[in-house]
């Protein structure tokens, strides 16, 4: 680069300023890569994939890390942005094949990452202006940024080595222009407060001072709704009196009314509902153990239970709990809710709520489940 361009770059927009806060923002992104992973492969899981039903708060705490992480991404992106920015349109614009290796990479990569981080925070609002399917899209977009992330590392590694290595200098301080530590420092502080400001719908300590987390508890009996009975057009079926839950065993088959599964011995759980977008709340859910329910039809010797609900159609009208959840005391057939019966938008006349599980896998409006 020219030094007269040089000489009019603020000394804060340095390699050594990118270099740290692309760490930051490394170590942001990378929770936030594995925490979804994991959300996509409990949703849609491969062969090989084995998720624990224990601790009960693992889904909460993972899913609640991946948003906050997001979140907090997004100032560092700005901040690395700002501070690269006059150095993207050095000459030359494409150069050798290195070079022009470098700055397809970084396209790739600022693309990716900034369709990532927006997507993913309207995801968190569930406002959706745009006519994708969000899950596929989001989950194949970030492969994309993984490989053009690899190639950037590769490339900038050296750089980065010797901008860290190289002791600062900073500006004096009637220079007029803010200085290295001065951004650093403002970069973690908007990356913290906005971590803060969505981290409540996840740690109800800071429920209080979350202002931007979408959901915060309130709702029906304590907790928040994503779908409603009206929405997912089951109200009328809901309430029906000639309502009956098909379990099926095996070769067996029986059908229970609501009276039938409030008649059978009952078990408590605390449990937390916790959701993609990254709202959880814990809540003393009551019903049969699916465990129990299955025995009282046949002999269960295991598999997943495939659950479906009132619901007709929609990715989220039936799930399938794995064995590990289907023996565990706590997954339950729940008929109420923090002491009172279920509310007809939690899932009345009963529902599915197991541990460390995203909650669009709690299948609401319960009509059948099948253990073949």
Not at 141 to 160: D, E, S
Not at 172 to 179: F, Q, Y
Not at 219 to 239: D, F, K
Not at 323 to 335: G, Q
Request: with cysteine; aromatic share 8%; charged share 15%.
């Amino acid at each position: 680069m020219p030094a007269a361009v040089t000489a009019r770059i603020s000394p804060a927009r340095s390699t050594a300023v990118a270099a740290r806060v692309g760490i930051l923002l490394g170590i942001a992104v990378a929770i936030c890569l594995v925490t979804g992973l994991i959300s996509h492969w409990i949703q849609h899981p491969p062969a090989w994939f084995w998720w624990p039903a224990h601790p009960v708060w693992l889904y909460r705490v993972s899913q609640g890390a991946h948003v906050i992480s997001g979140v907090v991404a997004i100032p560092l992106l700005i901040v690395k942005l700002w501070s690269v920015f006059p150095r993207l349109f050095a000459r030359p614009i494409l150069g050798n094949p290195l070079h022009l290796l470098e700055r397809g990479s970084i396209a790739v990569l600022v693309g990716s990452m900034i369709f990532q981080l927006v997507t993913g925070l309207l995801n968190s609002a569930q406002y959706y202006p745009w006519r994708f399917f969000f899950t596929t899209t989001h989950y194949a977009l970030a492969y994309v940024a993984i490989g053009a992330l690899a190639v950037h590392l590769a490339v900038k590694l050296p750089v980065v080595h010797t901008a860290l290595a190289r002791p600062a200098v900073e500006p004096s301080a009637d220079s007029g222009t803010a200085s290295r530590r001065v951004v650093l420092g403002a970069a973690v502080a908007a990356a913290a407060v906005a971590g803060v400001a969505v981290a409540g719908q996840t740690v109800p300590l800071l429920r209080r001072i979350s202002v931007l987390a979408p959901r915060s508890g309130e709702g029906p009996q304590g907790l928040p709704v994503n779908r409603t009975a009206v929405e997912a057009g089951v109200a009328e079926r809901a309430r029906d009196a000639a309502y009956r839950l098909t379990v099926t065993v095996g070769e067996r088959t029986a059908e229970f009314t609501r009276d039938a599964l409030a008649a059978l011995p009952q078990t408590t759980a605390t449990l937390p509902l916790a959701c993609v977008e990254g709202w959880s709340v814990s809540a003393d859910w009551s019903g049969i153990r699916v465990r129990d329910l299955l025995g009282a039809v046949g002999d269960y010797t295991g598999g997943d239970a495939v659950f479906r609900s009132l619901e007709q159609g929609g990715l989220y009208s039936r799930s399938a709990l794995p064995e590990s959840h289907v023996v565990a005391a706590d997954s339950l057939i729940a008929l109420r809710l923090n002491g009172e019966d279920l509310d007809l938008d939690h899932g009345y006349p009963c529902r599915l709520i197991a541990p460390t599980r995203p909650g669009v896998l709690q299948t609401k409006w319960l009509s059948s489940i099948e253990v073949r």
